[in-house]
């Protein structure tokens, strides 16, 4: 016992002054000694109450030092709670802090506490600047509070901050909880709960050089001429964040922009996560499976430059896998700002040149699919679930109108029918197919900008209500009644008049 509280001594205690202490109830106090002289010291053997689980204690840092930076990772659900720990801690890594430095704990509800010890006590104020640049680096919002940043359904804080916001110490029990939860270390990998108070001894101190050499290789990231030095000024006043992490992971990404991701690679140091994460949320947004997402990230990743990311492949690929399933699971959503989509007046003659009316709303569908959502070369994702949420159609008259358009000439497979196999290899679904259409027509500046239909609907399910208003839009009515069957024609004219 004496061991284990001489390393909390060494790991924790700056200040012996101020300290909290969580009582059988689960309410805190705080006791300040330089406020009242008959306050007790924070003493070895309050320490030793708190490892017996008769007491909770907590810690705050020097007025100017600390000996080690918490992340406390405050939310609600449990799984939500494990993924921000999870992208938290390869945050960290990304910015080359090394796992044997990381050391999560459960903070006694659903959260945790992420803990970095130092070999000498470092600034406060450079703590400040790391904490913010970790956020920053995992995307967490900013808040109006200084120490705090927004996550999913909860908040990421810094603690010790000074001597004026604690922390509560680990191996200790939170008695808000059911059965009095004891606050365990967890595996940095799993984190599954490391059952021993004797594991603290193993605890090793990070060497400060490592601090200081990631502070100063995000220092010429700054877009603030003030430089690095004045975070805690910059992030008072608006503060501006690093120009690679707006570029790689901005919320309002273009499709552009996110390609730009795919066929570039990575070009920066402490950017993999947070672009697989991107490109995880980009390819289910394209229809892809769970499976096939994992495929397609991990052979993205095995292209990458080893310049440009510090951690292992087996563990790059066990990453891919917990944003898969984070992504998938919760039905991330991905925010892009949508392109401009035009339809010009050589693709609807393409279109309405078409025998029948399905064959028509079916190729327009899958031209505005395309234009939103394909690649640099045409290939695009749709699935006939989504065709048919387009069109209105059922499957079953999708799978028959797709091999009349094919035969047609209005669109190439550029895969079909691929198979996706467990690991023991039994089928279990069919991948999404690819499509190249081929009735996109480049047209001159002058005939797109007179001539084209700027589609207003945001979603595959609103395509159907765009068609009439494009043929409308591009086309006399002189026109329309040669090139459309009577019944159509007489479709639109009441269109137009309602």
Not at 150 to 165: D, F, T
Not at 180 to 208: A, G, P
Not at 236 to 241: C, G, I, R
Not at 463 to 473: G, L, P, Q, R
Request: hydrophobic share 35%; proline share 2%.
């Amino acid at each position: 016992m004496e061991e284990i509280i001489g390393k909390i001594n060494d790991l924790f205690i700056t200040n012996r002054q101020k300290y909290l202490l969580m009582n059988q109830e689960g309410k805190y106090s705080t006791f300040d000694k330089s406020k009242h002289k008959n306050v007790l010291p924070l003493m070895d053997s309050f320490i030793k109450k708190h490892l017996e689980g008769e007491a909770t204690y907590g810690v705050f840092g020097g007025e100017h030092i600390s000996k080690f930076l918490c992340f406390d990772i405050d939310v609600p659900d449990r799984d939500t709670a494990r993924w921000i720990a999870y992208r938290t801690i390869n945050t960290l890594v990304e910015l080359g802090v090394s796992k044997e430095y990381i050391y999560p704990s459960t903070s006694g509800n659903k959260g945790y506490h992420i803990d970095l010890y130092f070999e000498q006590p470092v600034s406060n104020k450079l703590l400040h600047e790391f904490y913010i640049i970790v956020m920053e680096t995992a995307c967490f919002e900013r808040t109006d509070e200084r120490y705090a940043y927004k996550c999913e359904q909860g908040m990421v804080e810094m603690r010790p901050v000074a001597n004026k916001l604690g922390v509560k110490l680990p191996l200790g029990k939170h008695f808000n909880t059911k059965n009095k939860k004891r606050c365990w270390y967890v595996d940095v990998d799993t984190l599954e709960e490391i059952r021993s108070k004797n594991y603290i001894l193993d605890i090793e101190k990070m060497k400060n050089q490592i601090l200081e050499d990631i502070l100063e290789s995000q220092k010429d990231l700054l877009e603030a001429d003030e430089g690095i030095s004045e975070v805690e000024d910059l992030v008072h006043n608006n503060y501006q964040s690093l120009e690679v992490y707006s570029r790689n992971v901005d919320e309002s990404l273009t499709i552009e922009h996110i390609e730009q991701l795919w066929s570039e690679g990575l070009k920066e140091v402490g950017t993999r996560h947070n672009t697989l994460l991107k490109l995880a949320k980009y390819l289910r947004y394209q229809g892809l499976s769970k499976e096939e997402c994992q495929q397609d990230l991990e052979e993205w990743m095995f292209e990458q430059d080893t310049r440009y990311y510090r951690t292992s492949i087996p563990d790059c690929v066990k990453d891919i896998a917990e944003i898969i399933e984070y992504v998938y699971k919760n039905e991330v959503a991905l925010t892009i700002t949508q392109k401009n989509i035009d339809v010009t007046h050589k693709e609807m003659e393409k279109i309405l040149g078409f025998e029948k009316k399905n064959q028509k709303l079916l190729v327009y569908a899958m031209l505005v699919h395309s234009k939103r959502y394909a690649l640099q070369n045409g290939v695009f994702y749709m699935t006939q679930k989504q065709m048919a949420e387009a069109t209105g159609y059922d499957i079953r008259t999708i799978q028959r109108i797709l091999p009349e358009l094919e035969e047609q000439g209005a669109f190439e497979y550029i895969s079909k029918n691929v198979m996706i196999k467990n690991r023991k290899g039994q089928f279990e679904k069919k991948k999404p197919n690819r499509y190249r259409l081929k009735i996109a027509i480049e047209e001159t500046v002058e005939e797109a900008t007179v001539k084209a239909y700027s589609v207003k609907c945001n979603s595959h399910i609103e395509y159907k209500e765009s068609f009439n208003e494009c043929v409308i839009s591009l086309f006399e009515w002189k026109e329309l009644k040669v090139k459309l069957p009577k019944r159509h024609y007489d479709e639109l004219r009441r269109c137009k008049v309602s």
